[in-house]
């Protein structure tokens, strides 16, 4: 089960619609994987997270994992050979409660400790530096509040088995609408490029980006939130994805739908962890 976690309108239902919709056509084609609802809730709920992005051209809306939220159960598989290998895949959105602060309700402790993964999103514009930020948006000390908001939860629910005090499952820490930064990177930077075709995990690309993220959080006097996540997590990487592709105005998804880039990053680590995918030049 992966968890999204991350603060209000960090992005995590549209990374939930958008991961699932690119995991299900191109990329689950590419890699190989088959991608099956396990029951009619998921098959239900899917539908309430692709109609607005992909026939509507309407943005998902803000409260859709409200409540008690229910993970979508699919059961991912992938074929080589005559191996086969299946997972099931829970992905689980979170109201924006859950890390608002506040005391957290018994349902949300459980489901952030039967995590097997986390993917925690972040805003750029809560990052100084990165892009002007709105007016009212908190900033860096707000955003590094944040993350260590979000990591406490992890923490008190005892998310994956502590590692010395840590937590121990992996957790991807991802900047979302990296199209708002994208601008402003260099040109050679490899927040650029695509993921070149091919069913393995590229982990020399993993690491050039986790790399970059780590200099530019530095060159945004953001750091703060590397040496937090340092000292919280045994186990994390940095990611940048954008999954609309571009900046929307209004209410309204960006024309002709998602273009998303570097939207499957995040998954593609979880599942070569997992065992789905091998390394890139290692394929069975
Ligand atoms: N520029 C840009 N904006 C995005 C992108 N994805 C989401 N957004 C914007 O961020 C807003 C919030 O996105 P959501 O996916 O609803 O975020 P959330 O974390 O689920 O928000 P809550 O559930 O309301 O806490 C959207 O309405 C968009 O305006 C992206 O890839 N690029
Ligand atoms: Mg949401």
């Known amino acids: 089960m992966v968890v999204l976690a991350g603060p209000a309108g960090s992005g995590r239902s549209t990374f939930t619609a958008v991961a699932l919709h690119e995991l299900r056509h191109g990329l689950g084609e590419d890699l190989g994987t088959a991608l099956l609802p396990c029951d009619d809730r998921t098959v239900t709920d899917v539908r309430r997270y692709e109609q607005p992005l992909y026939g509507d051209a309407h943005l998902l809306p803000a409260a859709l994992a409200s409540g008690s939220p229910r993970p979508l159960v699919h059961r991912l598989s992938r074929r080589t050979g005559r191996r086969e290998r299946a997972l099931t895949f829970l992905l689980l959105d979170t109201p924006e409660s859950w890390f608002a602060g506040g005391e957290p309700a018994e349902g949300e402790l459980r489901s952030l400790a039967g995590a097997d993964a986390i993917v925690l999103l972040l805003d750029p514009r809560d990052l100084t530096g990165a892009v ?38 992996p957790v991807a820490v991802a900047l979302a ?27 020399a690309d993993r690491s050039a980006v986790d790399t970059e993220l780590r200099a530019l959080l530095a060159l945004w006097r953001s750091d703060g ?60």
């Open 132 to 169: 002007p930020r709105p007016a009212g948006r908190p900033g860096a000390a707000g955003s590094a509040l944040v993350v260590d908001r979000v990591l406490d939860r992890l923490r008190t629910a005892g998310a994956g088995s502590p590692d010395r005090g840590r937590i121990g499952i």
């Open 177 to 203: 609408k990296l199209d708002l930064v994208a601008p402003q990177l260099p040109p050679n930077s490899p927040l650029h490029r695509r993921r070149s075709p091919g069913p393995g995990f590229d982990a």
């Open 225 to 284: 939130i590397d040496q937090r996540l340092r000292e919280a997590c045994a186990d994390y990487q940095l990611f940048a994805f954008s999954a609309l592709g571009r900046a929307p105005r209004g209410d309204a998804a960006p024309p002709g739908g998602p273009r998303p880039h570097r939207v499957e990053d995040p998954l593609m680590w979880l599942l070569y962890r997992f065992g789905l995918l091998d390394r890139a030049g290692s394929e069975r």
